[in-house]
């Protein structure tokens, strides 16, 4: 009986940590790096409009071609909602892409 009990818990949490994930699509990934960028420009203080909007294309530039490695990898279904919420690129790495 304990053994049964056991195995339903275990098939439990392993669906409870699948639950609601899917592949990132393009448009999801494009939305993560935007998001990162925006939040780490924010971070090291560019104010700046014009100085601010050089660094995103650059930055979209350098990092454009990770979106390969980006495309696929599961994610939340959550994931626009918890974009959308972080306060920090840090909070994104670990709750909205964990």
Known sequence: MRSHVLLFAFLAVAEFSCC???HASADECESILHRL???ELSESGYRDPVLRTRWQQDLV???GPDLDRCR???V???LRTCL???RS???ILHRCLD
């Open 37 to 39: 960028i925006e939040l």
């Open 20 to 22: 609601n994930r899917h």
């Open 76 to 78: 939340r279904g959550s």
């Open 72 to 74: 696929g990898r599961e």
């Open 89 to 91: 690129s840090e909070e």
């Open 61 to 63: 530039r350098r990092f």
């Open 84 to 86: 959308a919420t972080a």
